[in-house]
């Protein structure tokens, strides 16, 4: 008897076993059975090995020396997360389902086929009959030249065509493309949306004639709205309905990702974010901080431009990171646990609270745990109570966040079943705060034409293969920018740093980088699609590059 892994790809989201079982020998197998197995080692440490993350079993039939049955099983994460392929693990073994004898069994390494993904899987088309333009790269992450058949699956309802770089134009028949090892192509979509307010989805499937696995990879337009997540991380407290009636009342489309009742605990991830103008993250009167790892993941979302609107009381007198309440919510110091009275007053002239005046109720006291905000240079105080700052809008030039410092349920507490007038006043005001054109918050004095960027990489893709020594990054520089520290780090797919590249000021105008294709220990990367983050005080610009080797 023999197993062979003849295909074990994946990618974050999914891990596909293709498994050859040959008899070899002249026996007789009692109801032979195939089970395949994914396992992980314990993700936050070493205390637990080989945890069972999926099994997939099925009953085949193997009767003669030469016989052979192959089995195939797509195996996905637990609620919505992603694979940490460094910690998975496979395993196929065969065995009698009467006797439970194991006839074979072996582990199966990971055999990388491709990489395929949308730069941004979610676009939006705020008022609606436009055009939603998708660009993606496919990567050939194995061993071999491979053929890769990519066809569309157009459930969007509206005109959608695909185009794989070199091509002519757009179609909608399916397209073929050869890719030599570590190459890679750019694929293009575009969605002509109508009038109609609605959520469109459609895919795109690539298969692989090496591992014949077939990725069926979507993306989502928001026609008529912008792109809104709603985070319910109240635990399993029903905080979020005076949220769900705001954006109701608003006319919004958004999808909800509930922290507890949905995702086993889990908040979204950059990769989730990715594409959503608006984070609405609510905490209700679930207190406490944030893991630096949700708030790195809010940061790298802002940093693309997203918005945040994010409420959680108690928050700044846990630990956290000091950049994100700085540099992205407009903080500059705070008054733990300060609570709050029995109402709270807007600011007058301010575009969200002006006139507002309303009261805050707690069921229990031990749930007023508010922390007094004072704001700093990019933020503006909007909401007071007792003295104390609870609210704060922050204009970073990049992206735009706002912190309230309560939970927004303890607004028209006397009506816990709604209407909720306040509360959806509120919300309104600061979502059309948050997307408005974001400011480049520079002062009068300063003219600045455009932000400081990435205004080109070459060459790009880098390519070993072809003799690439190194790649030329150019940057634009604004007079403001060049006043203040700036950096320009490598960060990979899931925004762990890889390599700085520069940490020191440089005068305005244009300026140059270079990159060799190594990490900060001088190691070569591996093929793949990188990200260059230029940091100033005008925000962070991001712009994508992609290793061949």
Known sequence: MSVEGTHVTSDRSSVTMTVRFRLEDPVTLLNPRVCLIVLEDDPQGTTYKHINRGVYQQYVTLTNPGDESVVTHEFTPLGGDYWNLENIECVALIQSQSTKEVYQAGRLPLKPDFEFAWDSPILSIPQGNGTAQFEGTLLNSGEETDHFTLELDNTFGWPTEFMVEGEGGYHTTPSSVALNPAEAVQIYMQVITDGEVRIGEGFLDVTSQVSERTQHTGARVFNGSPAIMMVEDDGFRPNEPPIHAALDAGGYLYDNWAVYDEHNDTRPAFEDMNGYDLVLWHRGFDAGGMDPDDEQALMDYMDTGGALIFSNQDFLSWAHTAAFAEDYLGVASYDSNVGTGSSAQGVPGDPITNGMDFDLYYQYGSWNRADGITPNAIGTGILNSDGYGIGVRADNGGARGILFSYGLN????????????????????????????????????????????????????????????????????????????????????????????????????????????????????????????????????????????
């Open 410 to 549: 303890a607004m028209d507490g006397d009506s816990p079943t709604g209407p909720w007038p306040e509360t959806e006043l509120l919300i309104l005001r600061s979502i059309d705060w948050v997307l408005e054109p974001i400011s480049q918050a520079v002062p009068d004095q300063v003219v600045v034409s455009v932000p400081s960027q990435i205004s080109g990489i070459t060459p790009n893709p880098l390519s070993f293969n072809r003799g690439d020594g190194s790649t030329t990054i150019r940057l634009r520089i604004s007079g403001r920018a060049s006043e203040a520290p700036m950096s320009l780090d490598l960060v990979d797919l899931n925004g762990r740093l890889v390599r700085d590249l520069m940490r020191e000021p440089l005068p305005a105008g244009v300026a140059t980088a270079s990159w060799n294709g190594q990490d900060e220990g001088g190691r070569p990367v591996g093929a793949g699609i990188y990200y260059i983050r230029f940091t100033t005080v005008e925000g962070k610009h991001n712009a994508k590059v992609v290793v061949l080797r």
